[in-house]
């Protein structure tokens, strides 16, 4: 069975036809796109070249994904959601609107980005709640950050770019950019680098063991120097 769904192209939106596996045919050119034939892709939704959409996977209306992306087994990405290129979202995964993820951003195996300050099924008068009746928040993470496994980060956040949340956290208020934070609720417990190894104090900097890139702490910030 052949499903319609968007994929951008040349910086324009052009309609293809989903195919059960691997390459889809949009006219003039082929373009690589792979969504798992029990995948739910809305036909609103834009998905750029390259990307991936493993089983189960849900992307729902007016969702837009960037070039070169994984959607893993069975993760959830909300109305509206806007992630970036290079980015991976892993299985289980659930990303409610409105979210935004940057480009090369990580999203651990059952990590959760929530939507609402204070939930509720009803209203204080027992009536099931309707769309009108909250307003969503959303999660914002910045470039390159990534949210290990089973982390739960409580709208509205922000995580800063190259920032790591580490499995398990629950993430209450922002999180500076090149952060290492962990645990209930989390807290930072150091600094990492781009290539999200823990960085190393040395005199009045910091430097990343993997690439040799020198950071300095600025009022609680990082910075890059070299």
Same mark, same amino acid.
């Given at each position: 069975?052949i499903?319609?769904?968007?994929?951008?192209?040349? %910086?324009?939106t052009?309609r293809v036809a989903r195919? +059960?596996?691997?390459?889809?045919d949009?006219g003039? $050119?082929?373009?690589?796109? @792979?969504?798992?034939e029990n995948a /739910?892709?809305?036909?609103?939704a834009?998905?750029? $070249?390259?990307t #991936?959409? *493993?089983?189960l996977a849900?992307v729902?209306e007016?969702?837009?994904i960037?070039?070169?992306c994984?959607?893993?087994r069975g993760a959830y990405? =909300?109305?509206g959601v806007?992630?970036g290129?290079n980015? #991976?979202?892993?299985?289980l995964?659930?990303?409610?609107e409105p979210?935004?993820?940057?480009d =090369?951003? @990580?999203i651990? +195996?059952a990590?959760v980005?929530?939507n /609402?300050? @204070? +939930?509720?099924?009803?209203?204080? /008068? %027992?009536?099931? #709640?309707? &769309?009108?009746?909250w307003e969503?928040?959303?999660?914002?993470?910045?470039?390159?950050?990534?949210i290990?496994?089973r982390?739960?980060?409580i709208?509205?956040v922000?995580?800063?770019a *190259?920032?790591t949340v580490a &499995?398990?956290?629950?993430?209450?208020r /922002?999180v500076?950019? @090149?952060?290492?934070?962990? %645990?209930v +609720?989390a807290?930072?417990? =150091?600094w990492?680098?781009?290539?999200?190894?823990p960085l190393?104090? $040395? &005199?009045?900097h *910091?430097v990343c063991?993997?690439t040799?890139e020198?950071y300095r702490e600025?009022?609680?910030?990082?910075?890059v120097v070299?």
């Amino acid at each position: 069975m052949i499903h319609s769904i968007s994929s951008r192209r040349r %910086g324009r939106t052009s309609r293809v036809a989903r195919l +059960p596996a691997g390459v889809i045919d949009a006219g003039e $050119e082929r373009i690589s796109l @792979f969504v798992a034939e029990n995948a /739910d892709v809305s036909p609103s939704a834009v998905v750029g $070249e390259g990307t #991936k959409v *493993w089983d189960l996977a849900q992307v729902r209306e007016n969702a837009t994904i960037g070039d070169h992306c994984v959607i893993g087994r069975g993760a959830y990405i =909300g109305s509206g959601v806007a992630v970036g290129s290079n980015c #991976k979202i892993q299985n289980l995964a659930l990303v409610y609107e409105p979210a935004v993820l940057e480009d =090369g951003v @990580f999203i651990g +195996p059952a990590v959760v980005l929530t939507n /609402d300050t @204070f +939930p509720r099924a009803v209203t204080p /008068d %027992g009536a099931l #709640k309707s &769309a009108s009746d909250w307003e969503a928040v959303g999660v914002t993470i910045r470039t390159g950050a990534s949210i290990g496994a089973r982390a739960v980060c409580i709208a509205p956040v922000e995580i800063g770019a *190259w920032a790591t949340v580490a &499995a398990g956290a629950v993430v209450t208020r /922002d999180v500076p950019a @090149f952060a290492l934070v962990a %645990g209930v +609720p989390a807290r930072r417990i =150091g600094w990492v680098g781009r290539a999200g190894v823990p960085l190393v104090e $040395e &005199a009045d900097h *910091w430097v990343c063991p993997a690439t040799g890139e020198t950071y300095r702490e600025n009022h609680e910030n990082l910075e890059v120097v070299a």
